[in-house]
């Protein structure tokens, strides 16, 4: 794979980061891959080979290029990290990976000083990400240099040409949530628009081995303004799976200039949301939805709507999530469609959550919903 005509250009209202991205030994057409934020940003973006390295490399390597040679100066310090997730992804999956594709920089390799910045992290309005900033922001000062200053949220476009209108398109459905957080916390909103997901294309390869450098890499792009990045960990030391984003994945696509902190892996999901759920503006904002990733609503029917109002009122804080959950139900029919759509059977962490939900319930006033989630949970050990 070759990473070239790396560059930043303002144009019709946005700003963005670009390079060429061409295959040697694959037969596909090269890309055009970008990041792209609104103009007024452009001071916070940054066209660093080092992003594109972490964006690039995993792709390049699941299918058998043999080189990775980046336009420009790489760090030295990244590329010896990047070694650790390799060894990792080699180990849990043998049979995906060969030989991982040599780096190279046509500029040669020199580490560079972090900005005099702070943090940016990514918000989705998720749980995971709800509570990175909710942490931060109750335990960190806000002129500390680990403090979160901005949060990104970024949609998905295969459009290759610059677009405001795309832009605010795509990222309009979830910025009423993403501001009225933000607007409470004072951080500043970064809408991402990108089309780096077509280096894989490909939702398994995301969620077992990618997504947590594809993250990484998006928050790199901004180390013009900030030193570093925060990627909210989907999981706990009580789920220790090989997972795309990982305490042992993430924090090593940091560079000497910009560090990529892997958050919160010490908190277990319930506590996470008890912490959002202490936040009313937090818990009145919650976007979890598996139908409807625009950010829009909940839908209130998939697994991860199901699971948080299962929780939320398992801690008793069912009734000021309404906003977040507008017309939703929590009845034992609801819960016996976890069952009738196979939705947790092969996923004991998920079990896992249920079940402990389940006293919560009983001591909250829902013992019909948790009569018919032991039943569920039985079920699905079967």
């Given amino acids: 794979m070759i990473v070239s005509d790396i560059r930043k250009r303002c144009e019709g209202g946005v ?13 596909a057409p090269p890309l055009l891959a970008y990041v792209e934020t609104l103009d007024t940003l452009a001071s916070a973006l940054t066209p660093d080979p080092n992003a594109f390295l972490v964006a690039c490399l995993l792709p390049a390597w699941r299918l058998g290029e043999r080189r990775l040679r980046i336009e420009g100066e790489l760090c030295p310090v990244l590329c010896e990290r990047v070694k ?33 910045g702070q943090a940016i992290s990514l918000l989705s309005c998720g749980i995971d990400s709800l509570a990175t900033l909710r942490w931060n922001v109750l335990h960190v000062p806000c002129d500390h240099p680990d403090a979160i200053r901005a949060c990104a949220y970024f949609e998905l476009d295969e459009s290759e040409e610059p677009s405001l209108e795309r832009l605010q398109l795509l990222t309009g459905p979830r910025e009423p949530v993403i501001r009225a957080v933000e607007a409470e916390t004072g951080v500043e909103p970064i809408p991402i628009r990108t089309n780096l997901w077509w280096l894989a294309d490909d939702g398994r390869f995301s969620t077992e081995k990618w997504h947590g450098a594809f993250l990484a890499s ?13 990627v909210a960990s989907s999981h706990s030391p009580a789920v ?39 936040w009313p503006t937090g ?82 006033g829902h013992r019909d919903v948790a009569d018919a989630l032991k039943v569920v949970v039985a079920a699905a050990r079967d």
């Fill in 218 to 230: 998006l928050v790199s792009f901004f180390a013009a303004r900030f030193r570093q990045g925060y």
């Fill in 15 to 27: 700003a963005r980061v670009e390079a060429r991205v061409a295959w040697e030994y694959v037969d």
């Fill in 240 to 278: 220790v799976q090989p997972w795309g984003s990982h305490p042992l994945i993430d924090p090593h696509f940091s560079s000497a200039h910009f560090r990529v902190e892997h958050d919160l892996f010490s908190m277990d999901r319930i506590d996470k949301l008890a912490l959002v759920a202490d």
């Fill in 84 to 116: 650790t997730p390799l060894g990792m992804l080699r180990r849990w999956h043998p049979d995906d990976f060969g030989a991982p594709p040599a780096i190279e920089a046509t500029r040669g390799f020199a580490t560079r000083t972090p900005v005099r």
């Fill in 283 to 364: 818990l009145a904002n919650i976007r979890v939805c598996q139908n409807d990733d625009t950010g829009r609503h909940n839908c209130g029917t998939c697994e991860k709507c199901i699971r948080t109002l299962v929780q939320l009122a398992a801690l008793g804080k069912l009734e000021g999530a309404a906003a977040s959950f507008p017309g939703a139900q929590l009845t034992p029919e609801l819960i016996m469609t976890i069952e009738e759509y196979d939705m947790i059977k092969g996923y004991p962490y998920y079990i896992a959550w249920y079940s402990a939900a389940i006293p919560g319930l009983r001591d909250h």
